[in-house]
């Protein structure tokens, strides 16, 4: 059908990023998309999750005003109103997004594609080859075995588009999209409670980061059973149980299942026409090719954190490689991390355990706390910035933990990413008050010239 420079296989933040910095580039780009352009991410992910976070928080301000004085009362949520909110979020975004595509000259192709060879994808009957096919087709909400997602077991696509607030939610994974939605719940009234195989809520953050969010949910009277192993559940009309191995029985309106992410691979003619695979993922190489020339990998199929930004990262990375611009390999290490749950957990490089894998027992941190921070007391948050340095060398992690600190995260990951001594960063000044200072602050007493710091 056609011979393009590339065919894109999947129109979320991996595919499309790769097509307009394709077309950018002077490429030509067929992109096939069954659903909707900006996948997962647009739709079902990172947006309308932040949309019913602020709503959160616009919740909690209302019920809370009265501490800082403002005589305010929380009558109510219109989940309604909530949804309307978020999808007109939604629309705004995905409008802007079809604008891109056509001002970008892309060719999109609607309808299910399939990997049908070297460098052909079959949509529709219609065969479209390209010299090189770029395969970005995303992740899907896992299961557990025997446990079926229908009526009141949902996973997050469900949770996003509930037309009423819960009384009552189990949560089964204590990992980010089980701690956003049980934020989002809490803020609104309902009763949480979430399950976690692991010892710790966000095991995959520095210890000191879930130590103090277990803390903070605590005093949001979120609850939360870590170490417990969940072994299944049972619904009704009016409610479901959820059974854990210790006996325990809960009993709830719905449980949300947030496992994690499976790479939606299958069906695909991936495996069929040669490409190597791992549990589903398509193996790449730090270049992103998979085993079959001219065949290239994207976004959450790709082993590795299943993050928007990363998608966009290896898009633009694919696009550049394709394009003979022998771009610089994207560091794993050095994307950040952003938990949107209240309080906001917020991380780059290295948590302490890892670096001192990596470095030995010498690594060094700073822990310093938001309550020496002027805007952290201004807005009432505690939390924690706490620096992670490796031997006679730079600062390799930074995690962050209180309210809008993923706001933060920005310079946290310049810090990391240009291996800055805490020296480096220290002569830099940070304005006031701001909550940027907690991490000038802790850089100054890394460097050994503390300001605010109590002996
Ligand atoms: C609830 C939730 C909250 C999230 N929050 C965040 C966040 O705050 N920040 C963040 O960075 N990440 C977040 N993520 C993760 C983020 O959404 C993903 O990492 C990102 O969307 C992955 O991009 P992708 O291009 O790999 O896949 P997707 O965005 O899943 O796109 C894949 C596209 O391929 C299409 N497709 C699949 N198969 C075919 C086929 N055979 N033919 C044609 N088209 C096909 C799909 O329809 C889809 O549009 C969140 C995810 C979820 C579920």
């Given amino acids: 059908m056609t011979d393009a420079d590339l065919v894109i296989l999947g129109g979320g933040s991996g595919g499309y990023a790769c097509a307009f910095r394709a077309a950018e580039l002077g490429l030509s780009v067929v992109l096939v998309e069954k659903d909707k352009l900006g996948g997962t991410c647009l739709h079902r992910g990172c947006i309308p999750t932040k949309a019913l976070l602020h709503a959160a928080e616009v919740a909690d301000y209302a019920r809370e005003g009265d501490q800082f004085g403002v005589k305010s009362s929380l009558e109510g949520i219109d989940m309604a109103g909530v949804n309307s909110y978020k999808d007109s979020i939604v629309a705004k975004m995905y409008k802007g997004l079809q604008g891109l595509f056509k001002q970008n000259k892309i060719t999109t192709v609607e309808g299910t594609g399939r990997f049908v060879g070297p460098n052909t994808v079959e949509v529709n009957g219609e065969r479209y080859t390209g010299k090189n096919v770029v395969l970005a087709t995303g992740s899907y909400s896992r299961s557990l075995p025997g446990l079926e997602i229908g009526g009141r077991i949902i996973t997050s696509e469900q949770a996003l588009n509930l037309d009423y607030v819960p009384a009552k939610v189990v949560v089964l994974g204590g990992g980010v999209i089980g701690v956003e939605f049980a934020s989002v719940w809490r803020s609104f009234g309902c009763e949480v409670t979430i399950v976690e195989a692991l010892p710790r809520l966000v095991p995959l953050e520095d210890e000191f980061a879930s130590k103090r969010l277990e803390r903070a949910f605590r005093k949001r009277n979120i609850g939360f059973k870590t170490g417990v192993r969940f072994t299944g559940a049972t619904q009704t009309d009016s409610g ?17 299942v947030a496992v994690g992410r499976g790479p939606n691979t299958a069906g695909h003619g ?18 992103l090719r998979t085993n079959l020339p001219g065949v290239y990998a994207v976004g959450d199929i790709v082993p590795g954190l299943q993050l928007a930004h990363r998608g966009f990262a290896q898009g633009i990375f694919v696009a550049e ?56 007391n201004i807005l009432k948050t505690q939390g924690a910035v706490k620096l992670v340095k490796a031997p006679d060398g730079p600062v390799v992690g930074v995690h962050m933990i209180g309210e809008r600190v993923g706001e933060l995260i920005g310079e946290a990951q310049l810090i990391v990413n240009w291996e800055a001594f805490p020296e480096d960063v220290a002569s830099l000044i940070h304005a006031h008050p701001t909550q940027t200072e907690a991490l000038g602050e802790a850089f100054l007493a890394l460097a050994g010239k503390p300001l605010h710091v109590h002996g």
């Fill in 240 to 256: 479901v149980t959820v059974n854990l191995e210790s006996g325990e029985q809960i009993e709830a309106d719905l449980l949300l």
């Fill in 270 to 287: 991936y495996e069929e026409a040669g490409v190597r695979m791992d549990r589903g993922f398509v193996l790449t190489d730090e270049r």
């Fill in 321 to 376: 490689e394709i394009a003979g611009r022998n771009p610089q390999v994207i560091d794993e290490n050095g994307i950040p991390r952003v938990t949107y749950c209240n309080p906001e957990v917020a991380s780059v490089g290295l948590t302490e355990a890892a670096a001192k894998d990596r470095y030995g027992a010498e690594v060094s941190t700073y822990t310093y706390d938001l309550a020496g921070n002027g805007k952290s």
